[in-house]
């Protein structure tokens, strides 16, 4: 996989890519950003480029070094997880080892450390020296989903690359393109949250029900019921347990008003985020004028921007506003 076959993030790819037309790759890296959006796969490109026989800004994926890169057979490449949910101190210590040695077979040396905010106090302390004087053939690049939770000291001695969330229409492009049927490409685009490789790994029985329930709980709290699964599934629960579920239901509340607005103004149904729910939706607009469906939809993507926004965000405090607008909107 080259860079280009790489979904989104293409302000990482094109600074990525200078770097290598440059020559000048820094050799401490940190990738942080949201679970499934490629920050491996963009780490181990970055591998096969480097290494490339063809040596451009990009993996020519036909060379030997990138097809034994991508075999994982590539002694030059190195590839590190937590062990029982913790990066030790002998993994650091291996790098720290390995780190100083002249490649074997490529012309770079890379390692890849996944889930860099597991290493303690301990295993961080060890790579602080490589990581600010490395080889100028190694490469270390540290990925993490969650930045804040790697220690100072390592941050910054790293150039750190932020990903972002995949667009909902790209993801769709790609399932669609993938084989998926219009109906599911698009209704697991919104369930992903912008992760692709979530997208890909849902069951889509799964989905339609999850979906379904969705639609039930929102036609629920306009009708004025539904308070008590609501408020005892996002207000009342653990924070953390409530966070992505509230998020993903925000999500689908969101793409049932735009759908509502879609046909309240005379849109084509090919446009519709939730085509096979398209007999209810059109069932169900008549009861609220597009104002109010509007505002509806200004105040879910409120929350919505908010939940992405800010990581320590109290959810069951934006639940309980939610449902509060919620019926102060629907008895409008």
């Not at 963009?42 to 070094?65: H, P, R, Y």
């Not at 008549?286 to 939809?297: A, I, K, N, T």
Request: include cysteine; proline fraction near 3%.
């Amino acid at each position: 996989m080259g860079f280009k076959n790489i979904a989104g993030n293409s302000r990482v790819k094109r600074i990525l890519r200078t770097a290598l037309q440059r020559q000048r790759v820094p050799n401490s890296l940190l990738f942080c950003g949201p679970d499934g959006v490629g920050k491996t796969a963009m780490a181990m490109t970055l591998a096969k480029a480097l290494n490339c026989k063809a040596g451009k800004d990009d993996a020519c994926e036909e060379c030997d070094s990138c097809k034994a890169i991508e075999a994982g057979r590539f002694p030059d490449v190195l590839g590190m997880a937590p062990e029982k949910d913790v990066i030790k101190i002998e993994q650091m210590r291996f790098i720290k080892q390995m780190a100083y040695l002249k490649p074997f077979s490529g012309t770079r040396r890379v390692f890849i450390v996944e889930q860099a905010e597991k290493m303690n106090e301990e295993s961080a302390n060890s790579l602080l020296k490589v990581l600010e004087e490395p080889p100028s053939f190694t490469h270390i690049i540290l990925v993490t989903s969650n930045p804040f939770l790697v220690l100072p000291t390592i941050r910054s001695r790293c150039q750190v690359l932020s990903f972002s969330t995949i667009g909902r229409e790209e993801i769709e492009r790609i399932l669609a393109e993938r084989g998926y049927p219009g109906e599911q490409a698009k209704a697991l685009s919104i369930i992903a949250g912008g992760n692709l490789e979530l997208a890909m790994g849902r069951d889509w029985e799964e989905i339609r029900k999850y979906r379904q329930s969705a639609w039930e709980l929102f036609l629920s709290l306009l009708g004025g019921k539904g308070s008590s699964d609501f408020l005892s599934a996002y207000v009342f629960q653990q924070r953390a347990a409530a966070k992505d579920e509230f998020e993903k239901k925000m999500e689908m509340f969101a793409s049932f008003c735009r759908d509502i607005i879609l046909i309240k103004e005379n849109g084509e149904s090919r446009y519709l985020l939730n085509p096979d729910l398209e007999e209810a939706l059109r069932g169900a607009e008549g009861q609220w004028s597009l104002e109010r469906v509007q505002d509806g939809l200004a105040r879910t993507d409120s929350v919505l921007a908010g939940l992405s926004g800010n990581r320590n965000l109290n959810v069951n405090l934006q639940a309980a506003v939610y449902y509060s607008n919620f019926r102060e909107w629907n008895h409008v």
